[in-house]
Each structure stands twice: as structure tokens, then as C-alpha cells.
């Protein structure tokens, strides 16, 4: 059923049933408390965060660190709550996670985070989210190349990669970039290694010429393995393909009070400061989003 036969046949209903009903149905509504107090009853601010994803959240002598991790730590401190980490396996799309961690739950239990962190948040997608609100964005990420100076003459142009080992991450942006861009006259140039964090390594490690990956990862993890003395740059391809993108924050629709704490604590980091500070200790270069802070449409 569409959603305007639904609201039709809701409206049909709502004519024939007794005032009692509605009463009652009223009531129960009433009863369900915004996501902020259901946090408050518990006693904790619960915040998703991907696992294994250096250096926004990733697991450091038994537990979890991370851009992401101090910013939901920032978050939950400005709202008055402890914080509880969950870390997150991503989806098949952005679709699953918001899904399995925020609006529904997963179909084997352990219900959903109160809010979630790095959401992507292109307009389009944004938009057409009925059972998630998306909204905040916080940081702008930026696919770029990291490489030894002196590998490459002039990289103003991807066909300046050909002929060279450029890393990416297995299945990522990169790879299909890689793979596709040019006619594919790119492919060969392609070292597809199963992480971004293996393919910096292979960088420090004189195996490959660069990487290709989002720029915060990248600065993040050259700075986990700075012992090893590497000097790098980074370039842009600005023009050719969708090479930047704003991420934010996502709760489930619905929940006035916990996006207006939220937004009012994300100002509060933004305005004094602190954000930046997070990002610089871990060696990423903060960029703010190009997205209003109110890109999320109402629910």
C-alpha cells in the first residue's frame, strides 16, 4: 500500500471509530517518550560508531578511540549523560545502517543506538529519509592522493597516475574510480589492498608510489605510523568525479528533543573550538561541512 492510500484509509478510519478508541490511541501516544528521556531513564547516551575505522573509531588497548568517539564523548558530556560506544559492522548501504542501528534494530536483536555518527549526507539521500533524521553535518571529507614528493612531476590529472602503484581500499570510491575513470586506461595502476590502513602501510613500506583514499583517513593514519618518517602530500581531483562529501549525525525520526540537544551541543563544540581540537589530535586537518546545519528536512 502507497503511502497516500495509507493516509487515506487511516483518515477513513479515524471517521468510523468510536471517540473512545481514539482516545485511547491518543493516550498511548502521548506515553512515548522522546529518545533524550528514553536516555536519561537509562542513564546513558548511547552512540553508534563504524568499527575498525582508523582514525575516526577503532579499537585501542580495549576499547574504543577516535575523532568519532571523542566527539560522541563531547556530545554526551554538553548533554549531561555518560557514554556508551557501540562500535558498527557497516551494511550492504547507508540504508542498512541507519536500519539496523537507529530506527529498527537488527533482525538477530540488540536493539539501536540512540544516535549515530559519519552518516553521509548528500541532499537527495537526505531527503528521502522518512524513518531517520539526518541532520548536522559536521565535516567535510575529501577523496585525495597521499604519495612521496618526487614521485609524480606534475599531478594536476589522474592519467599522471598511470604507470605507477597507486593503493586503494578493496571496494571502495577509489577502486571503483580506479577501475573505471578513463576508459579504464587506470586499472593497471590499481594496488587493491583490503584496507586504507594496508595501503598507507605498503606507502610507508616503499611498496606502492601513493594512495588514493578519503583525506582524513589519510592524514590519520600517516600520523598513527609517523615513526616511520614519511613525507607525503595530498592532492584533490576536484571536477571529475563526486570527490567530497559532508557527514553528520542521524536518530531516529521523530525525536525533537534529542536533535534539538544535539544541534545545541554540536554548536556549543563548533563555536568554542574544541571539534577542531578533536580532529587535530589525531592528525586530520578539520574542514567544515558546505551543508547548512539544518539540512535534514522535518519528520
Do not use: C
Amino acid at each position: 500500500m502507497n503511502r497516500v492510500l495509507a493516509r487515506v484509509s487511516l483518515m477513513l478510519l479515524a471517521l468510523w471509530l468510536p471517540t473512545s478508541v481514539l482516545a485511547a490511541d491518543d493516550d498511548a501516544d502521548e506515553a512515548v517518550l522522546d529518545q533524550l528521556d528514553q536516555a536519561r531513564e537509562r542513564g546513558v547516551l548511547e552512540v553508534a560508531v563504524y568499527r575498525d575505522f582508523p582514525p575516526y573509531s577503532y579499537p585501542q588497548q580495549g576499547k574504543y578511540v577516535g575523532a568519532d568517539v571523542d566527539l560522541a564523548a563531547a556530545l554526551a558530556r554538553k548533554i549531561g549523560l555518560p557514554l556508551k560506544v557501540r562500535p558498527i559492522m557497516p551494511g550492504d548501504d547507508a540504508d542498512d545502517d541507519l536500519r539496523n542501528n537507529i530506527w529498527k534494530g537488527h533482525y538477530l536483536g540488540g536493539g539501536v543506538a540512540d544516535v549515530m555518527l559519519h552518516v553521509g549526507m548528500d541532499p537527495q539521500y537526505v531527503a528521502r529519509q522518512d524513518k531517520a533524521d539526518l541532520f548536522s553535518p559536521y565535516f567535510r571529507e575529501a577523496v585525495s592522493i597521499a604519495y612521496r614528493p618526487g614521485r609524480y612531476k606534475n599531478l594536476t590529472t589522474p592519467m599522471a597516475l598511470v604507470g605507477t602503484k597507486v593503493g586503494v581500499e578493496l571496494g571502495s570510491i577509489s577502486d571503483y574510480y580506479m577501475s573505471g575513470a578513463y576508459g579504464g586506461r587506470l586499472r593497471t595502476s590499481a594496488v587493491r589492498l583490503p584496507t586504507t590502513q594496508a595501503a598507507v602501510q605498503a606507502l610507508a613500506d616503499d611498496e606502492i608510489d601513493s594512495v588514493m583514499a578519503p583525506r582524513g583517513e589519510l592524514q590519520g593514519l600517516m600520523k598513527m605510523i609517523g615513526g616511520l618518517s614519511i613525507e607525503t602530500r595530498t592532492t584533490e581531483f576536484q571536477g571529475l568525479f563526486r570527490t567530497a562529501w559532508d557527514v553528520g549525525i542521524a536518530i531516529k525520526a521523530g525525536n525533537p528533543k534529542l536533535k534539538a540537544a544535539i544541534q545545541i551541543a554540536l554548536q556549543e563544540l563548533q563555536t568554542s573550538g574544541e571539534l577542531k581540537s578533536i580532529y587535530a589530535a589525531y592528525g586530520v586537518d578539520y574542514v567544515a561541512p558546505e551543508m547548512a546545519s539544518t539540512a535534514a528536512a522535518s519528520h
